[in-house]
């Protein structure tokens, strides 16, 4: 292990890969998702299916997820804790359910990430992404966070 031959054991989900608007993460692809710093990467830390406030948030989480483009300028994506290792830098200031935000044109992955200590809904989110990232929010076939939606 030391000399590099083994590769370090990762406790990890499968990928699953994307549904809803947002993908999830696991302890194999964080580091994968978090280097793209080109982009804000917005992300719920969740643990087990039988908590209840985890459940509120992904609710909202979804929600918001449903309406914002997660190829271009925002990753959304969503770990559970308990099944899958994170890096220390991105769990230690705030225990699950929780969610952070890693704005783009960070030096490093794990860089000036911002946590959320607001009340959980779609509105609080979009106005965290929108002070806290660095590029502008934008709605799913609609154009501009404010602009009204075209039918």
Known sequence: YL???????IKSDEDPGEHDGIIDVTGVSVDRVFH???????????????????ERFEEVFYEFGEHYENAGTLTVGIVNTATNELPRKLV?????????????????????????????????????????????LVRKRSGVIGEEEED
């Open 3 to 9: 000399a590099g031959r083994i590769p370090p054991r």
């Open 36 to 54: 793209q710093t080109d982009k804000d990467i917005l992300l719920l830390l969740t643990t087990s299916a039988r908590c209840r406030s985890c």
């Open 92 to 136: 230690m200031q705030a225990d699950p359910p929780s969610i952070v935000l890693a704005p783009a044109d960070r030096r490093r992955p794990y860089d000036n990430v911002q946590y959320f200590f607001d009340e959980i809904s779609v509105d609080n989110l979009q106005k965290f992404v929108k002070e806290k990232g660095k590029h502008e």
